[in-house]
């Protein structure tokens, strides 16, 4: 899937070669330590039915998301879809190009036939509107973690 968000950005389904790119943008944003590593970016985009989706510009990745279609016994069986790891280069953001990159994913979650599309976002990151502007709400779930010392 190839889309122009304008003349000089395309979002696309991102490969392995996208790697180095990726690392950056999951460096910037984790609020932690800074461990995204190679291995691990080159097993989550193997891992069935997991795909990640980024904006280019110039070479540089400088959005993602990670989409996740998930299988489901409940809805006839149709599967459900979990959203992680949005993120916009800081220079990059406010222009829309988070929203193309987010529609992407979306847009592959309902032609898998997702019935549903579940994101979680910290409190302290301040995205709750830009999720709402795209249709999320939290009216009718709590999102929840456990975490392990």
Request: proline letters at 3%; charged letters at 25%; hydrophobic letters at 45%.
């Amino acid at each position: 899937m190839m889309k122009s968000h304008s003349d000089d950005v395309l979002v696309r389904r991102l490969e392995q070669a996208d790697s180095e790119n990726l690392i950056a943008l999951y460096n910037e944003l984790t609020f932690g330590p800074k461990t995204a590593r190679m291995r691990r970016v080159a097993a989550v985009m193997a891992h069935p039915g997991t795909r990640i989706y980024g904006a280019e510009t110039q070479g540089r990745i400088i959005a993602m998301v990670t989409l996740h279609i998930l299988p489901n016994v409940t809805y006839d069986g149709r599967p459900y879809a979990l959203i992680e790891n949005v993120a916009t280069a800081a220079e990059f953001r406010k222009r829309g190009i988070g929203r193309s990159v987010m529609q992407a994913a979306i847009d592959a979650a309902w032609a898998e036939d997702a019935y549903k599309i579940m994101l979680m976002t910290g409190q302290r990151r301040g995205a709750r509107g830009f999720y709402e502007a795209l249709g999320f709400d939290c009216e009718d779930k709590f999102g929840m973690v456990l975490r392990r010392a």
